[in-house]
Nanobody, 126 residues
Framework: QMQLLESGGGVVQSGGSLRLSCAAS????????MAWFRQASGKEREFAAG????????YYADSVKGRFTISRDNAKNMVYLQMNDLKPDDTAVYYC???????????????????WGQGTQVTVSS
């Protein structure tokens, strides 16, 4: 089981940028695909971006494609989410998640991810 700790959330104006970080510990990092999910107030948690164990395969929800970039640093056990051109609809709690199968992202379903961070709030003002 991985322990995950997110950081980097905050308040930003529409069109601005933020970079989220997630520090992982407790297990072999490269055995896990990593992802960022988000949950807006009153809505279900949704997949935002995912990345395979070696960083070569990345996946994005249509709503963030072209604006968000997920990356990982296996030497530091870190995963990042660079968010550009932020919109008010991006306002949510963002969660880091670890899962997949042997470091491969199988599905975007949250049930595929076994470990979760506590979340970090991102607020985009118009």
């Amino acid at each position: 089981q991985m322990q995950l700790l997110e950081s980097g959330g905050g308040v930003v104006q529409s069109g601005g940028s933020l970079r989220l970080s997630c520090a992982a510990s407790g297990d072999t990092f490269i055995n896990y695909a990593m992802a960022w999910f988000r949950q807006a107030s009153g809505k279900e948690r949704e997949f935002a971006a995912g990345i395979g164990w070696n960083g070569e395969n990345t996946y994005y929800a249509d709503s963030v494609k072209g604006r968000f970039t997920i990356s990982r640093d296996n030497a530091k056990n870190m995963v990042y989410l660079q968010m550009n051109d932020l919109k008010p609809d991006d306002t949510a709690v963002y969660y880091c998640a670890a899962g997949g199968r042997n470091g491969v992202l199988i599905t975007y379903a949250s049930s595929n991810f076994r470990s979760w961070g506590q979340g970090t709030q991102v607020t985009v003002s118009s």
